[in-house]
T-cell receptor, first 114, second 113 residues
Framework: ETGVTQSPTHLIKTRGQQVTLRCSSQSGHNTVSWYQQALGQGPQFIFQYYREEENGRGNFPPRFSGLQFPNYSSELNVNALELDDSALYLC?????????????FGQGTRLTVV | AQTVTQSQPEMSVQEAETVTLSCTYDTSENNYYLFWYKQPPSRQMILVIRQEAYKQQNATENRFSVNFQKAAKSFSLKISDSQLGDTAMYFCARETSGSRLTFGEGTQLTVNP
């Protein structure tokens, strides 16, 4: 157990709908990153939040957005869902943004878009 | 694009034997970290071992060790005395400034009894 929890664990949505995924970071961690892992592929970086501000973004369209709250938990929102958004969404928390800090991953949310 | 490549989609090994997983990467940065993560069916990404690029010495964690060849941009993982619990998907990853991880496509390792 890493102390990083994600909810829900599974979710089925219809194309065009909106979805919110949640991540509770490990105690003391102020940085949360989100990754999308399509079936059979490695995770891809979506964005990162540090102290409630986005401080890095991967190659994802604006309909992928996020928030980080004062307790450093985070949300990933996806609007206008497409079939290709079906994937495992992983969040990882760490203390700070330096490379010498370890990222701890949650167990992910499996999103299926039909 | 700065990429991480794992050329072995699947590998298998007999219990108690040694197996090596390959990884090559590309980066223009001087300072970076390299990782091997394990993802069992539970889906949680677990850190196996990490290597700081400026360190010459190869990292070792119990049965896991790496062969880091900086000039060749190669970072292989050796698992000694393989155990059934080592069966999982293994991902090589690179981290540069900004603390974002770039992952390879993964290698499915199966340890056979």
């Amino acid at each position: 157990e890493t102390g990083v929890t994600q909810s829900p664990t599974h979710l089925i949505k219809t194309r065009g709908q909106q979805v919110t995924l949640r991540c509770s970071s490990q105690s003391g961690h102020n940085t949360v990153s989100w990754y999308q892992q399509a079936l059979g592929q490695g995770p891809q970086f979506i964005f990162q939040y540090y102290r409630e501000e986005e401080n890095g973004r991967g190659n994802f369209p604006p309909r992928f957005s996020g928030l980080q709250f004062p307790n450093y938990s985070s949300e990933l929102n996806v609007n206008a869902l497409e079939l290709d958004d079906s994937a495992l969404y992983l969040c990882a928390s760490r203390s700070g943004t330096g490379m010498n800090t370890e990222a701890f991953f949650g167990q992910g949310t499996r999103l299926t878009v039909v | 694009a700065q990429t991480v490549t794992q050329s072995q989609p699947e590998m298998s090994v007999q219990e108690a034997e040694t197996v090596t997983l390959s990884c090559t990467y590309d980066t223009s940065e001087n300072n970076y970290y390299l990782f091997w993560y394990k993802q069992p069916p539970s889906r949680q990404m677990i850190l196996v071992i990490r290597q700081e690029a400026y360190k010459q010495q190869n990292a070792t964690e119990n049965r896991f060790s790496v062969n880091f060849q900086k000039a060749a941009k190669s970072f292989s993982l050796k698992i000694s005395d393989s155990q059934l619990g080592d069966t999982a998907m293994y991902f090589c990853a690179r981290e540069t400034s900004g603390s974002r991880l770039t992952f390879g496509e993964g290698t499915q390792l199966t340890v056979n009894p």
